[in-house]
């Protein structure tokens, strides 16, 4: 009897895929808020042209990166975050530490809220950096290259600032589009690609009624964490395309988890889930994903659940028999 053909890869991605799309959204459709339902209080922001409150939003945003999400909110309900409007008041183009006079300057700044140190100790009782309470003192500095990085790049107006970078991109494609932002802004301090990705697409896609080219962005965009990656190895994905890697900057080159995740989308109808959504919604699929895994989703493919040590045995999860159900850890 000859063994029936494998399934291509691509035929074998959509399928699972697909089948956790609609599990998540017939979740979602409990009540749960998912990537494509917009803060509307961001939403007010981006329709106000606001900068200030935008870079309020974001680097609160960035606090949630490194820690639980529960953690990180916690913190934040306890002590507050860092304000454009602070931080505007307590530094000038003739600050007394020469690293905080521009955008260009702010470099190797070292603060340490632990050891309450920096690299400039002679300035460090006048200085505003260590005078806000933030979580650690990468943060701390994260807020203050941000800062900079708007006011002396983008002229204190990043709504501008973001017009003109998707502008000169506008004839290169999408994923062209989405390095204009992101190149840039990664060489702000402490931000990685995964958190500006997850924090730009949410802006971009905060008014898709006033700004619908903002928003064909920012649905494009894929946020690898290692939930979505681990379940892209265990499921088999990763190795029925040949891409088995670890976690890490692989995940976004080619055919990486990015990669072949906005590949799969482009095959699978949106509209599916939600009549509203585009047809081709890339950040809705890996976010559907990540949902399937999370302890605040649907908390079922994940290392809580599952022995990686060996095959997944969670029959209960809905693509168990389809799964490729590889182990995580190699013996």
């Excluded at 806000?132 to 501008?160: C, K, M, W, Y």
């Excluded at 379940?231 to 040949?242: D, N, Y």
């Excluded at 809705?284 to 599952?306: D, E, K, M, P």
Aim: net charge positive.
């Amino acid at each position: 009897m000859r063994n029936k053909p494998r399934e291509d890869p691509t035929a074998f991605a959509i399928r699972l895929v697909e089948a956790i799309a609609r599990e998540t959204a017939r979740w979602s459709r409990s009540g749960q808020v998912t990537v494509a339902s917009p803060d509307p209080a961001l939403r007010q922001i981006v329709r106000s042209k606001d900068t200030p409150a935008l870079f309020d939003w974001m680097v609160e945003t960035f606090n949630f990166q490194g820690i639980s999400d529960g953690a990180a909110a916690s913190y934040l309900a306890a002590h507050g975050s860092i304000t454009w409007h602070q931080i505007n008041a307590e530094i000038g183009h003739d600050s007394a530490c020469s690293l905080l006079r521009s955008y260009w300057t702010y470099e190797g700044c070292r603060y340490d809220k632990t050891k309450r140190t920096c690299s400039h100790r002679r300035h460090f009782r006048g200085c505003p950096v260590p005078t806000h309470p933030l979580r650690n003192g990468r943060l701390n500095q994260t807020a203050f290259s941000f800062f900079l990085f708007i006011r002396d790049l983008a002229g204190s107006n990043l709504f501008g600032w973001i017009d003109d970078q998707l502008a000169t991109a506008t004839d290169l494609g999408n994923l062209s589009a989405q390095e204009s932002l992101i190149g840039p802004m990664r060489q702000v301090f402490g931000v990685s690609d995964k958190v500006l990705t997850m924090t730009l697409s949410s802006v971009l896609m905060a008014d898709r009624k006033r700004r619908p080219d903002w928003f064909d962005v920012g649905s494009q965009m894929v946020v690898i964490d290692r939930l979505v990656h681990h379940l892209l190895v265990r499921t088999g994905i990763l190795a029925r395309f040949g891409a088995s890697h670890g976690y890490g900057q692989r995940c976004y080159g080619e055919n990486g988890c990015a990669d072949i995740l906005r590949r799969v989308a482009a095959e699978i109808d949106a509209r599916q889930f939600d009549a509203s959504f585009p047809a081709n919604f890339p950040r809705f699929i890996q976010h559907a994903l990540w949902q399937y895994c999370a302890g605040s989703g649907l908390n079922i493919c994940n290392g809580n659940n599952i022995d990686d040590r060996k095959s997944c045995e969670h029959n209960s999860c809905n693509v168990y028999s389809i799964c490729g159900r590889n182990a995580l850890k190699m013996k």
